[in-house]
T-cell receptor, first 112, second 112 residues
């Protein structure tokens, strides 16, 4: 157990809908990272937050957004969902940027 | 852009034999190289990492070697066991940021 928690574990929704994925980092970790894992794209970095502020952005779609709250948990919002958004979404945390990243168990999103 | 290549994509070994997975990276500024193990239905688990100021690091049956000149690093697992069966990912940070670029993964199967 990495200490990073993610909810929900599974999510099934329809095209066009909006969902929110939640992540709680390890105790003491200030940095949160979101990744998408799909069969054809592998593990892709989406976005990083550090102590509430956005620090780095990857190939995150405009339909996706994220934030990190004062209690350091983070949410990833996915809107206008498409079939191709079906994937595993992982959150990772580290005590500071550049330190080891520890991954949560992931949320499996299925868009029908 | 930054790239991390990982080989082989699949690897089958007999229990007790050694397994070696290799990665090459393109960004010469990269200075931290983690290896993750992902079991079915779980998030990636950090198993070992190496920083650019050392050439080798060992932790029991697992070792990582780094050749900065050639820009490649390798994971070595000795005395493999069935529970080592999983997908292994290498990663390297993208230049100037702390986001990881992941390799495409190696599916290791240890045959009993």
């Amino acid at each position: 157990d990495s200490g990073v928690t993610q909810t929900p574990k599974h999510l099934i929704t329809a095209t066009g809908q909006r969902v929110t994925l939640r992540c709680s980092p390890r105790s003491g970790d200030l940095s949160v990272y979101w990744y998408q894992q799909s069969l054809d794209q592998g593990l892709q970095f989406l976005i990083q937050y550090y102590n509430g502020e956005e620090r780095a952005k990857g190939n995150i779609l405009e339909r996706f957004s994220a934030q990190q709250f004062p209690d350091l948990h983070s949410e990833l919002n996915l809107s206008s969902l498409e079939l191709g958004d079906s994937a595993l979404y992982f959150c990772a945390s580290s005590v500071a940027a550049g330190r080891e990243q520890f991954f949560g168990p992931g949320t499996r999103l299925t868009v029908l | 852009g930054e790239n991390v290549e990982q080989h082989p994509s699949t690897l089958s070994v007999q229990e007790g034999d050694s397994a070696v997975i290799k990665c090459t990276y393109s960004d010469s500024a990269s200075n931290y190289f983690p290896w993750y193990k992902q079991e079915l239905g779980k998030g990636p688990q950090l198993i070992i990492d190496i920083r650019s100021n050392v050439g080798e690091k060992k932790d029991q049956r697992i070792a990582v070697t780094l050749n900065k000149t050639a820009k490649h690093f390798s994971l070595h697992i000795t005395e493999t066991q069935p529970e080592d069966s999983a997908v292994y990912f290498c990663a390297a940070p993208s230049s100037g940021t702390y986001k990881y670029i992941f390799g495409t993964g190696t599916r290791l199967k240890v045959l009993a």
